[in-house]
Nanobody, 122 residues
Framework: QVQLVESGGGLVQPGGSLTLSCAAS????????MAWYRQAPGKERELVAN???????NYADSVKGRFTISRDNAKKTSHLQMNSLKPEDTAVYYC????????????????WGKGTQVTVAS
């Protein structure tokens, strides 16, 4: 069983910063990509950023230049550094692990964390 646990959410003023962390645990050999999604009230879940095992990153246009995604393959963790936060960044942020395998001969599976709330307000 694989679990993803997010941490680091909270209340921050506009212009402030937060760092979210995601820790993957369980029977894991490797994770192809890790990503952060968010879902605001009344809106669909959207991709914020993702990063492959090799370190290639991709960002939503709305966060480019403000957010930075990183990962530690050995520790099976991912972090999302969020700077210059805006009220429109308020959402529940979810960690996502793409193509998790428990050995080279096993099929991959995808997993979601339960989410962490980020609220940007003065």
């Amino acid at each position: 069983q694989v679990q993803l646990v997010e941490s680091g959410g909270g209340l921050v003023q506009p212009g402030g910063s937060l760092t979210l962390s995601c820790a993957a645990s369980g029977d894991i050999f490797s994770i192809y990509a890790m990503a952060w999604y968010r879902q605001a009230p009344g809106k669909e879940r959207e991709l914020v950023a993702n990063i492959t095992y090799g370190g290639t990153t991709n960002y939503a246009d709305s966060v480019k230049g403000r957010f930075t995604i990183s990962r530690d393959n050995a520790k099976k963790t991912s972090h999302l550094q969020m700077n210059s936060l805006k009220p429109e960044d308020t959402a529940v942020y979810y960690c996502y692990a793409d193509h998790v395998i428990r050995s080279p001969i096993h099929a991959g599976h995808n997993y979601w964390g339960k989410g962490t709330q980020v609220t940007v307000a003065s």
